[in-house]
């Protein structure tokens, strides 16, 4: 790794004290929220309007392929551009950004009158979740307060899973009232959240010691997404064809079957991010890969009946939980480091085109049923390269210690690994935020290291 520190600019206001040990700020933190549900609401509405968009613009389906093109390669570029902008700008305003971008992009599609316009609404959009992405991992990763990383992620991804379904109610809106309104109301949301953003302050992170390198980015978080995209856009992408194809299923029953998983989804994601904060994102990635593996061998393999369209929802809604996994452990290792977590999106979401790339051409080859059964299984990857370090051979996420400073002996929590505003130690000597307090913090597995940036709090 490089020594070299990322300028501290000093871009927002500061929440008092150290932001790795301050208390959650929940106003900020649902407003950090909400940016990113009108964001996902505007980077996901033509899809589902598409049909009514393209019959009122003469539109084939090569222009649509293009038009999703132009969206999905915007986000991958604003990603990394918006982790670019972060240290520079801070998260406040790259969300501020994103809301601009988003709500411009929401009214240059309802003003469309052809492809060209309509295209660049596209690209606008995907910019606006694309810059949202990196600051707003980070923004409600702080806001949410030290102890409470899983719900921050599990919230930040009910934030997506809520875009999602708005932009699904006002296609049907648009099938009735014209697709150009359902623009309109994403734009009003779009403008609402940028208001909100007025209000939205976020701790400064400290510039960290190192910068991660490229192997770090591309190590265990983004294995663990690169399993979510697998299972997500390679597996339960086709679920809907599979239903009709292999179990006879109307189209409209088995879309009913895909938003039963949706709606699971919104409760997966909580209850994943509540486990990740009791027993560590690893605990928790392996309990939800087994759960994905039990679930998906059974909806593959089973003959169609009612305990396997339910296994099947199941499946669908536990899916998505790997994301907020992922986030947490992206969080932990390099939260403060904008082009790094830029990047790891866009990673994900290259993994994820290819992913569905792949399956399709696979089940041209050999079937649907055999492919599927093939991806719903690779969950089980998370089990040998998601085990909990055993005692003697590292620290846990959040090892807890005994720290003597100026007043006496208090219990710390010592965060391991490269965590926002800590160091790459193992649980040591540290300084807190004003450098005026000395802790000592021995791990729980009883390792010890030296490490800056441990915090220390009195019960």
């Known amino acids: 790794m490089s020594g070299r520190q990322l300028p501290s600019t000093g871009a927002e206001p500061s929440a008092a004290g150290d932001p790795t040990t ?27 309007i598409f049909p009514t968009t393209a019959k009122d613009l003469d539109l084939d389906l090569t222009l649509g392929g293009v038009a999703f093109g132009l969206l999905t390669g915007s986000i991958a570029v604003a990603n ?25 992009g929401a009214l240059l599609a309802a003003a469309a009158t052809s ?37 921050a992620m599990g919230m930040f991804g009910v934030a997506f899973s809520g875009g999602l379904t708005i932009a699904a109610v006002l296609a049907a809106v648009g099938a009735d009232h014209g697709w150009r ?29 190192e910068r991660a390198r490229l192997a770090d980015v591309l190590g265990l978080p983004t294995f663990v997404g690169t399993i979510g995209s697998v299972c997500q856009y390679g597996t339960v992408s086709f679920l809907t064809t599979f239903a009709v194809e292999e179990w006879g299923m109307a189209v409209g029953t088995a879309a009913s079957l895909l938003a039963v998983g949706r709606v699971l989804s919104i409760l997966a994601k ?14 928790s990635a392996r309990r939800t890969g087994a759960v994905l593996v039990a679930t998906g061998v059974g909806w593959t393999l089973l003959p169609a009946s009612p305990l396997t ?35 790891y999106r866009s990673v994900q979401i290259g993994l994820g085109a290819l ?6 051409v696979a089940a041209d080859a050999f079937g649907l049923r055999p492919v599927l059964a093939v991806t719903v299984v690779t969950p089980l990857l998370l089990f040998p390269l998601c085990r909990p370090q055993r005692p003697g051979k590292g620290t846990s996420t959040a090892a807890t210690a005994a720290a ?13 690994g490269a965590a926002p505003g800590s160091g790459n130690g193992d649980g040591a000597d540290a300084t807190d935020a004003t450098g005026t307090a000395t802790a000592t913090a021995t791990a729980t597995d009883g390792s010890s290291g030296t490490g800056a940036g441990a915090s220390a709090q009195t019960p």
């Open 22 to 48: 301050a208390k959650p700020q929940w106003f900020g933190f649902f407003l950090a929220c909400s940016a990113y549900l009108a964001a996902s609401v505007g980077e996901s509405l033509l899809s589902p």
């Open 309 to 343: 369209y339910a296994l099947a929802a199941v499946f669908a809604g536990t899916v998505s939980t790997l994301f907020p996994l992922a986030n947490v452990l992206a969080f932990e290792r390099f939260g403060s480091q904008g082009g790094a977590l830029g990047l």
């Open 80 to 104: 990394i551009v918006g982790g670019r902008l972060l240290p520079r700008l801070g998260a406040t305003r790259v969300i501020r950004i994103a809301g601009v971008l988003t709500l411009v």
């Open 181 to 209: 309104v359902s623009f309109v109301i994403s734009a009003v949301l779009a403008a609402a959240s940028a208001v909100g953003t007025l209000w939205l302050r976020t701790p400064t992170l400290a510039p960290p010691a």
């Open 355 to 360: 992913a569905t790339f792949l399956v399709g």
């Open 115 to 151: 492809f060209l316009p309509l295209a660049a609404a596209q690209i606008l959009l995907g910019a606006g979740s694309g810059f949202y992405f990196p600051a707003g991992i980070q923004a409600v990763g702080t806001l949410a307060g030290p102890h409470r990383k899983g719900f």
């Open 404 to 416: 003597t400073g100026p007043g006496g002996t208090a219990e710390v929590d010592a965060a391991a």
């Open 270 to 283: 909580v209850v994943s991010g509540a486990g990740a904060d009791r027993a560590g994102p690893l605990v």
